[in-house]
């Protein structure tokens, strides 16, 4: 029946991600973050034996790291 179906939504993305959660919402490989987190390319920290990114702070590097075409382009 039409008013038992469940509706397709996301979930909400929470402010404090795990490698699944960042591998998501970024739409990258969890083998490409975990290189990229060892690294100090993307921003976040261990915890434990863990990785967490901060939301905010993920899309202040992602607004940072915007790169706009030239006027002439």
């Known amino acids: 029946m039409a008013g ?5 939504t996301p979930s909400p993305t929470p402010e ?6 960042l591998a998501a919402y970024l739409q990258v490989s969890k083998s490409s973050l975990y290189k990229l987190a060892q690294e ?6 261990k915890v434990g034996r863990h990785w967490r990114f901060l939301r905010t702070t993920i899309d202040a590097w992602l607004d940072k790291r915007v790169t706009y075409p030239e006027a002439g382009d």
């Open 4 to 8: 038992d179906r469940q509706r397709n």
């Open 16 to 21: 404090v991600m795990t490698i699944d959660d």
């Open 40 to 45: 100090g390319r993307v921003p976040g920290q």
